[in-house]
């Protein structure tokens, strides 16, 4: 589409606009979250096809993080983020709640989360000792 028509949109597929709006890196993951419920409209599941308009209100869960946002904007290209992020406005309520998941992120984090990679010598050591004790 030329850039003339793309500001006529009205309609468009929800998957292509989950990927030109930054939610999903590509279109067939889009698709996958869509087909599998994580995505919502009006509390109600889709499918990849659906078409939505611009002040349609989604629910994207991606991970452990809900988005509540409004369609603002239809767009046919993925664009930078500054301008991707003019395509929807999120209520405060789920930027509030996910910067409260954040928060307890950086407070207490997972598990073995700062692991990485293949153990040292001396962790495989302090490993094998333990399986040995037993």
Not at 104 to 124: E, H, I
Request: aromatic share 6%.
């Amino acid at each position: 589409m030329s850039s003339i028509e793309q500001g006529v949109l009205e309609r468009m597929r929800i998957d292509k606009w989950l990927w030109a709006a930054r939610f999903y890196k590509t279109r067939s993951l889009a698709a996958q979250a869509v087909a599998a419920g994580h995505v919502r409209l009006d509390g109600h599941t889709l499918k990849p096809a659906r078409e939505i308009r611009c002040g349609d209100p989604l629910e994207i869960a991606i991970g452990d993080q809900t988005w509540s946002v409004a369609v603002h904007g239809l767009s046919d290209q993925r664009r930078p983020a500054a301008e991707a992020q003019q395509l929807y406005e999120e209520s405060s309520e789920s930027r509030a709640r996910r910067a409260a998941q954040r928060e307890v992120r950086q407070l207490a984090p997972v598990p073995g989360s700062d692991l990485r990679g293949r153990p040292t010598k001396k962790a495989r050591r302090q490993i094998k000792g333990f399986n040995d004790s037993f």
